[in-house]
């Protein structure tokens, strides 16, 4: 008699209750960050007097306070544990949305905005480790794509969605709309696990910052976000009023081509590799730019917006796919911060810088200037190629 196979060790779930509650908060907090990330800029534009400089200024508040938030963030969670700060960070996120439009002055739009990006701030330090960590070892990589699917389709939502009704009915009710999808959540907060299990010291981010394996990739990242800061600012400021429906268009295909391409950059990187995919998302994410300064054009700004957002897409998924390997387990949060820092960071200087440059050059040499800046980081990509080729 031939003996029979034993059978396949079944798969743990991944869909546990825990992790469909963390889905929860993370649907509220990116429905909210984007659904006001366009909107607060346009709102500083009209109410405060400043012109384009004021919109530039909001968004570089709101990703200067997160970028603080997160670097503060790991130890309020050490002392408070991942739910409770995930949770006063879903509060400072939707509260002050409710108070925005109490008043067009830019002093108090730019306060408003340094709150929201700390409560942003503390989601993600304190839901990052959080996802991970309720996700099962053997189906990581699926989890993780899973993750960001569920926080990258909120955008492809909320980011067009807020201008449009802005403009058709005000900014009071998506204020009012963005603060309710922030604090209902709060409901799914006690379901989740309030600490992290360690059992390893873990990597700071200073030793992080000191690991040219992490830098590399880190700096690549931050060109790209460059760009993501400057679209989500200044494209409705950019395209002519006749074609106020394009932006809306426009803000859709952008994230949706980001969404898919970091799905595919996924499964391609667990097949053939993720190193040889960082400088192709540059460099999409870089041509994008350019085709983008052609914004008179509705054919050139929604194929630009669809080009940076695969190159994007393809980059965010590579270069955190990359960070990941290079650190065991104790190193996740370090990782963690120094993605984050660049993605938010490169988003508050190039809106702040596009609006300096913009006023000096007009935004389709803003644009190509763009461009070029962010193909410098060719540098470190190609480096950082040489360097995993021969393992160093």
């Known amino acids: 008699m031939i003996p029979r196979t034993a059978p396949a060790a079944a798969r743990p779930p991944l869909l546990t209750r825990a992790l469909v509650l963390r889905f929860v908060t993370v649907i509220g907090a990116s429905a909210n960050f984007f659904l006001l990330l366009s909107v607060v800029p346009l709102y500083a534009t009209t109410s405060s007097g400043h012109g384009g400089d004021a919109a530039g200024l909001a968004t570089s508040a709101l990703m200067l306070a997160t970028v603080i938030g997160e670097l503060a963030a790991p130890r309020l969670v050490a002392r408070y544990g991942h739910r409770g700060v995930l949770a006063g960070g879903l509060v400072l996120l939707g509260a002050p949305a409710l108070v925005l439009t109490a008043s067009g002055s830019l002093t108090w739009i730019l306060a408003i905005c340094l709150v929201r990006g700390l409560g942003f701030a503390l989601t993600i330090v304190a839901g990052a480790a959080l996802t991970v960590s309720l996700i099962p070892a053997e189906r990581r990589g699926e989890g993780l794509a899973l993750a960001g699917i569920v926080s990258g389709v909120p955008?492809?939502?909320?980011?067009?969605?807020?201008?449009?009704?802005?403009?058709?009915?005000?900014?009071?009710?998506?204020?009012?709309?963005?603060?309710?999808?922030?604090?209902?959540p709060l409901i799914a907060v006690p379901g989740l696990p309030g600490r992290e299990p360690r059992s390893e010291r873990p990597i700071g981010v200073i030793a992080g910052l000191r690991t040219a394996a992490l830098v590399r990739p880190t700096l690549v990242f931050a060109a790209t976000a460059l760009g993501a800061g400057i679209i989500v600012t200044f494209l409705p400021l950019a395209v002519p009023s006749r074609l106020t429906g394009l932006v809306t268009v426009a803000l859709f295909i952008q994230p949706a081509a980001s969404t898919v391409a970091r799905w595919f950059a996924g499964r391609y990187g667990d097949r053939h590799g993720t190193a040889g995919l960082v400088i192709p998302g540059l460099l999409a994410s870089a041509a994008g730019m350019l085709v983008t300064a052609g914004?008179?054009?509705?054919v050139t700004v929604v194929a630009g917006m669809a080009l940076f957002g695969i190159g994007f897409g393809i980059a965010q998924n590579a270069t955190l796919t990359l960070m990941y390997a290079r650190v065991t387990s104790s190193g996740y949060g370090a990782v963690s911060a120094l993605w984050n820092f660049a993605y938010d960071a490169g988003m508050g200087v190039g809106a702040a810088g596009f609006g300096v440059l913009a006023g000096r050059t007009g935004y389709p040499w803003a644009f190509v200037l763009t461009g070029v800046l962010m193909a410098v980081a060719l540098v470190p990509a190609w480096r950082d190629r040489i360097a995993d080729g021969s393992g160093g």
Not at 162 to 175: E, F, K, Q, T
Not at 295 to 298: E, L, M, V, Y
Request: hydrophobic share 60%.
């Open 295 to 298: 914004t008179r054009s509705p």
């Open 155 to 184: 955008s492809l939502v909320a980011l067009p969605l807020g201008v449009w009704l802005a403009r058709h009915i005000g900014y009071a009710p998506v204020c009012g709309a963005a603060a309710v999808v922030a604090l209902a």
